[in-house]
Structure formats: structure tokens, C-alpha cells
């Protein structure tokens, strides 16, 4: 089978001549020179986005207890993976987090609840802590609360919420082998809800569950379907008492050639670390900063430990991308 030619499909996404088709997508992740591959990619980033790198921050406002059966999730009541469980996050605690994250320079900061959805009376309760950190901080807001109704998303707007976040986790047609409560089509129904009462997106996957290179690449293609312009890119980090606990780490190279074909798929897009970096190394870190990601998130995970933010700004600074000033 002849080659499939990486100069002209990169050339073709520079010039906006046309979209990489699925097929083209599937062939340029068996390309044999990874490091050309990713050059590729980093270069398709400089052309559509710069050098400026985005940061967002996320704290966990409800955790546990959760009764959805996500394999990957250490926070489903059908696991025991021995993590503090509690209904709402003291409302001290999260502006104080938002406000340290907004002195550091964090451009985004996002609460995010276990649990099918948020309903009607908490969320009132979480919109007042909106408020008090839209009025106190320079912070733009997001929420990743679950599948919830409109009322409800309004209800995240009017609080000075400007996007949502709900992650396909992968593709369609693998989802239904990680989770049985909830469907990829409901996901997507909360976003375009999401669009429709004047939000913003965000949405991304966790690669690293036993889905294929043809998967993830699936996936790619449904979140520019959405139009998803914020996309987080998980690594699963392997949780004592998941489902999933005993899954098989992926290669250096799975992880770069799952980036930087992102990256031709999502030309314009910020791609983003999100969970399981902690357990990458700097110098992986810095190639899929050259790979195809320009954004991060950082600081604090949900129920496992984040990153260091100043470390972080050091790092993202070596290989060239722009911050913020502390």
C-alpha cells in the first residue's frame, strides 16, 4: 500500500483547501515518522492558534456517590475506590480556590459535580457561588454539572457561566462498553442545549480505556461535528477499585500520534491536558506541547493530585508558548 503523503495533507489544512477525511485520518496515525507526523501537527497549531497557551482550572463541587456506572470514574457508587464523598464543596472553599487560581493568572475556572445532573434547588445554591466569583475575580466561568435541563443551564448562564462542559469520554460506538446509564446521545443533546441558550462548549475524551486508534479518531470527528472549540484530553490515570483498574498503560507514542492527529482533524481548536498528565514526564509533556496541545488544564484535579501552576508556567514557557504574567 503506497504511503500516504503527509506533506500534501498538511499543506491542504494550512491553505484551508479542505478538510483531513476519515480515511486519510486512520493512515496519517500509521505514518512511520511520528516526529514529522507531530511537526506536521505543531505546525498546523502555530498557523490557527499561535503561541498563546489556555488555562483553566476546575475544582470538585460535588464528589462521590455518583450513580452512574462509568467504568473509568472513581467517584461511581458502584466502586470502591475510597475517595472523600461529600454532597456540596463549602462555598468559602471554592471562592478561596477560584480566587488563588485568578492571582496566578488562570484564564477559566470551572466546578464540576458527580452525579447524573444537578438539579433544580442545588444548582441555586451553585449559582450563588458563580456569582460571588464572577463579581470578585477576573475568572471566566464554567460548569460541568452533568445532563442537566434548560432551565437549569440558564439558570448557570444568568450566574455568569459562558461555557459548559460535558465530556464524550470516546466514541459512539464504544461508549456503550464503558457506561449502560447514560447514552453518547444524551451527552451530545446537553451540549447543543448548551449552544442553544448562548453558551460556549467544551468537550474531549479519555484515551487509554481499551478503545482503538480508530476510536479516538471517531471521536475527533463528533466533536467537530458539535463544533467543540475546548477540548480536554484525558489519559486514564487507572483507579484501585475501578472497572478499569487494571488497564494497560499507553505508549509514549500512542499518546503524541493520538494528539497530533487531533490537531489535523481540529485544525483551530484548543487541545487541551486535562486528567492523567501528572503521570507523563516532562519531556513527554513538552513533545505534545510541540505535538499538537495549546492548552492545559492546571492546578487541582478531581480526586486525583494536579499540578503544580508555577512549574507548569515554567514548562509551557520553555517550548515557546505565551502566558500570562503571575
Not at 476546575?58 to 464523598?85: F, L, P, V, Y
Not at 442545549?193 to 479516538?216: D, H, K
Not at 467543540?228 to 509514549?252: F, Q
Request: glycine letters at 8%; aromatic letters at 6%; one cysteine or more.
Amino acid at each position: 500500500m503506497q504511503q500516504i503523503n503527509l506533506e500534501q495533507i498538511t499543506l491542504r489544512v494550512l491553505e484551508q483547501k479542505g478538510d483531513v477525511l476519515y480515511n486519510e485520518a486512520i493512515e496519517l496515525a500509521k505514518y512511520p515518522d511520528k516526529d514529522l507526523l507531530c511537526a506536521a501537527a505543531n505546525s498546523i497549531r502555530e498557523k490557527f492558534c499561535g503561541n498563546e497557551l489556555d488555562t483553566c482550572s476546575i475544582i470538585n463541587a460535588r464528589s462521590g456517590m455518583c450513580s452512574e456506572d462509568c467504568k473509568w470514574c472513581a467517584q461511581s457508587a458502584k466502586h470502591n475506590t475510597g475517595i472523600e464523598t461529600y454532597p456540596i464543596k463549602n462555598a468559602n472553599e471554592v471562592f478561596d480556590c477560584a480566587l488563588q487560581n485568578d492571582i496566578k493568572g488562570v484564564k477559566r475556572f470551572s466546578m464540576v459535580t458527580s452525579g447524573r445532573r444537578v438539579e433544580k434547588k442545588e444548582m441555586e445554591k451553585f449559582c450563588e457561588m458563580y456569582k460571588r466569583i464572577q463579581e470578585k475575580t477576573g475568572l471566566k466561568l464554567c460548569a460541568s454539572m452533568g445532563l442537566i435541563g434548560k432551565e437549569e443551564m440558564l439558570m448557570l448562564k444568568e450566574a455568569g457561566v459562558t461555557r459548559y462542559e460535558c465530556n464524550l469520554e470516546t466514541a459512539s460506538s464504544f461508549f456503550p462498553q464503558l457506561c449502560t446509564t447514560h447514552t453518547s446521545k444524551e451527552k451530545k443533546e446537553t451540549l447543543r442545549l448548551a449552544i442553544e441558550c448562548g453558551m460556549e462548549i467544551c468537550s474531549g475524551g479519555i484515551i487509554g480505556m481499551g478503545e482503538s486508534m480508530e476510536q479516538r479518531i471517531e471521536l475527533a470527528y463528533e466533536l467537530r461535528e458539535l463544533g467543540v472549540k475546548s477540548i480536554p484530553i484525558n489519559i486514564l490515570n487507572p483507579i484501585k477499585g475501578s472497572a478499569l483498574e487494571n488497564a494497560k498503560p499507553l505508549s509514549d507514542t500512542e499518546i503524541l500520534t493520538t494528539m497530533a492527529i487531533f490537531r489535523f482533524i481540529l485544525p483551530d481548536a484548543f487541545i487541551r491536558f486535562a486528567g492523567g498528565r501528572i503521570n507523563m514526564s516532562e519531556n513527554l509533556q513538552k513533545k505534545a506541547l510541540q505535538s499538537g496541545i495549546n492548552a492545559s488544564l492546571v492546578g487541582g484535579l478531581l480526586t486525583t493530585p494536579g499540578s503544580n501552576i508555577n512549574k507548569d508556567y515554567e514548562m509551557f514557557k520553555s517550548v515557546g508558548y505565551n502566558i500570562s504574567p503571575l
